[in-house]
């Protein structure tokens, strides 16, 4: 029985715009559920219903302008296909980020890295080009209780001297140290003053942000930076993250954070005096600690893949 184009029409708005069942519009139809099938297909035929895939590169733009607007940053979303694993996310997050740093580097400049999950990954994604008098230094200690740290972040930093050729300034002390005394009395060290000194010279900072959550957990979460205490003041204080090892509150606070008096990276204030800072984040569980470093205000230059950038625009 022909069947004209207001009947397809009206079967097609009730499957593919209300979302109810096939076998709901067939009793709506007094028809089979084969027949709604059939006009579910005529439907597409003429032109009445159409599917259009938006792929994740077209999309991908869309997201950045949407960042930018909302947060006053540059953005670059990395496209990553939907089903994508954490690390692939993470991966991608990486070489974005490691090309946005390739534009922004060059000769005579100064960038400070702060060592975690992602920025590590950054630096396997480098594509080496030579620099004159370029330096790179590390924002925050990496010893804890376990270990000197200087493996794990000396190698970090190193690739990216490595990458550019770049002159390398290592930051070894601990990552929070035990008493804030011991934190002021280190501080006065002419050694230490120097690498303080490179660090406010900075033109560029690169940083992730530490949260509990997520598929790849934050090493400063996971690597015996942290003792039960520490976990509890957290708690108590409403933290949701860190950046380079300050912690941060929803709103971006960070003062008051008993633990921030003993670590050893950059407090908000001075991290804010770098021109460009660009923040590097993969995955949704990182969300509330990105949300709480662009509150803060520590973020010119972010680059998240798509699934992050979407949650981070719906988050309240």
Known sequence: MPVDDDDLERVARRYWID????DVVAREEGVSRSTVSRMLDAAR??????????????????????????????????????????????EAV???????????????????????TTTSAVARHLVARSTVDAHVVQLNGAANSRSTGLGYAGEVIDRFGAA????????????FFDA????????RERSVQGVLALQQRCDVALFGVGAVAGGVPSRVYTAGYLTDADRLSLAEEHVVGDVCTVFL??????????????SSGPPPPVLRRIPRRVCAVAGT???????????????????????????LLSHR
Do not use: C, Y
Not at 19 to 22: I, L
Not at 107 to 115: I, M, R, T
Not at 164 to 175: L, S
Not at 249 to 262: H, I, K
């Open 94 to 116: 990486a070489d974005a980020t490691a090309g946005l740093l390739g534009d922004l580097m060059g000769s005579g400049l100064v960038l400070g890295v702060a060592w975690g």
């Open 19 to 22: 979302r109810v069942t096939m």
């Open 180 to 187: 804030a005394a011991t934190r002021r009395a280190m501080w």
């Open 45 to 90: 035929a003429r032109g009445i219903v159409t599917v259009t895939v938006a792929p994740v590169h077209g999309r991908a733009p869309a997201l950045a302008a949407a960042l930018g607007d909302r947060f006053g940053v540059e953005a670059v979303v990395a496209p990553v296909p939907e089903g994508a694993t954490e690390l692939a996310r993470l």
């Open 164 to 175: 550019w050729g770049a002159e390398v300034h290592q930051f070894p002390v601990p990552a």
């Open 285 to 311: 569980g990182k969300v509330p600690a990105l949300a709480a470093a662009l509150a803060a205000g520590l973020v010119t230059d972010l680059v998240v893949d798509g699934s992050t950038a979407r949650r």
């Open 249 to 262: 509150r929803a709103d971006g606070s960070w003062q008051g954070v008993p633990l921030n008096a003993r």
